[in-house]
């Protein structure tokens, strides 16, 4: 499976993802934010990190750039789009994902480990995970806290498009498990055709039991089923 | 042609920010504060002669990058 990786100024996960796609048997390429044009990809990874500094709002310099204008024609061709922390504020910054991730409740950087909870398989990226399975993931993120209508916040819900709640160890999901404010403990989303996933924790992070655990790796060998 | 653009979180938008500010002020004996919201403010120069293509442009702006208009809104003035 061909993977792309895109890389923008501030961008510092992308290492990470490129060594968990090799290392997972994607051919990967890395791709600068001020090409035109894609190599074939079946899969396109926008990494997390601070692209453009964060200036203005998190990813919106980024929505804006050259290369997103091709992962935005490829992302409704059905290529499948997988945007991690930043990559997921970039996402709903060029509208290919609704809502938007505001500043934690809390106001602080989040950097640790946490729970989710799987709440839907059926699809191209979690099909390797057990629905309610529950996943320990890392977070790093000053604005996770997402946020979208009532109406597209019902709709995600009735048409499980959803795809990880924060929880606990046990998998129960209630505000006290809720690092960072987000509306239903949301950690993540599908779009309405499930071929691109945002979310905030990092699976990259999760693909060694030595270094870290290795509940990341389903997430990315979903992909070659 | 000068322009200032405000952009504040919408009301239904928790700010967080706004939030703690507030309450920093209360603490500080600021006893009659109501309420506070923070934003942004964006000050444009244009060069056009016409004062309804010059808001356009701005408003096509503000659509366009510098307002995420599920979050935020905003408004124009001229200065």
Redesign the interface.
């Known amino acids: 499976m061909n993977s792309s990786v895109i890389v923008f100024p501030g961008s510092n996960c992308d290492r990470d993802v490129a060594d968990a796609l090799e290392k997972l048997h994607f051919q990967n390429t890395m791709v600068w934010h001020k090409d035109t044009s894609l190599p074939k990809s079946d899969l396109i990874v926008i990494p997390g990190g601070f692209s453009y500094g964060d200036y203005?709002?998190t990813g919106?310099i980024a929505a804006?750039s050259n290369i997103l204008n091709e992962v935005i024609k490829a992302a409704k061709d059905g290529c499948l789009i997988l945007g991690i922390c930043n990559g997921f504020q970039i996402l709903?910054?060029t509208g290919l994902l609704?809502?938007?991730l505001?500043?934690?409740?809390?106001?602080k950087f989040l950097g640790k480990d946490i729970y989710v909870k799987t709440m839907d398989t059926d699809n191209k990226f979690c099909n390797k995970y057990k629905k309610d399975q529950v996943l320990k993931f890392n977070i790093a993120h000053n604005e996770g806290?997402y946020?979208?209508?009532p109406n597209h916040l019902k709709e995600l819900e009735d048409k499980n498009l959803i795809s990880f709640k924060y929880c606990d160890e046990n998998g129960n999901i209630n505000e006290k498990n809720n690092p960072n404010?987000s509306l239903n403990n949301i950690a993540g989303i599908y779009n309405d055709k499930k071929n691109i996933l945002g979310m905030m924790p990092h699976p990259e992070r999760m693909v060694d039991q030595i270094i870290s655990n290795n509940d990341g790796i389903n997430l990315f060998t979903s992909l070659l089923n | 042609m000068k322009f200032s653009i405000k952009i504040t979180l919408k009301k239904d938008v928790l700010d967080p920010q706004g939030k703690v500010v507030q309450q920093t002020l209360q603490d500080m004996g600021l006893d009659t504060l109501k309420s506070l919201r923070q934003g942004k403010y964006i000050e444009i120069e244009i060069d056009e002669n016409s004062e309804s293509i010059a808001k356009s442009k701005i408003e096509d702006m503000c659509k366009k990058l510098l307002v995420n208009l599920i979050i935020e809104d905003y408004e124009i003035s001229k200065i």
């Not at chain 1, 505001?102 to 106001?107: A, E, G, I, Q």
């Open positions: 203005l709002r919106a804006k709903t910054e609704k809502g938007a505001l500043r934690n409740k809390k106001l806290n946020f979208t209508s404010g």
